[in-house]
């Protein structure tokens, strides 16, 4: 069982930025996508970011120019830079890693991020 373990979450000012990391139990050679994944207060989860096994990034339009996604194959760590964070981007926001196969994708148990106004 791949576990996937958040971190870097809190309160932060509009305007103000956090980096959240994501460990995985798993060589990231094992998945073929990771990813950020958000769910805001009353919605639904949502896509942020994700990268391929190619280092191919897909980004929301709600963050494209403000987050950067990354990984660290050495450290085992994916991580999500946030700059010019706003209200809007409070969420919970989980990681997530879909192996090769038909394995069902994993995810973490979230992280919440809180933006004040």
């Known amino acids: 069982q791949v576990q996937l373990v958040e971190s870097g979450g809190g309160l932060v000012q509009a305007g103000g930025s956090l980096r959240l990391s994501c460990a995985a139990s798993e060589t990231f050679a094992r998945f073929y996508r990771m990813g950020w994944y958000r769910q805001p207060p009353g919605k639904q989860r949502e896509m942020v970011a994700t990268i391929d096994n190619l280092d191919n990034t897909d980004y929301a339009d709600s963050v494209k120019g403000r987050f950067t996604i990354s990984t660290d194959d050495a450290k085992g760590a994916m991580y999500l830079q946030m700059n010019t964070l706003k209200p809007e981007d409070t969420a919970v926001y989980y990681c997530?890693?879909?192996?090769?196969?038909?394995?069902?994708?994993?995810w973490g148990k979230g992280a919440l991020v809180t933006v004040s106004s």
């Open positions: 997530s890693a879909e192996p090769y196969g038909l394995e069902p994708t994993y």
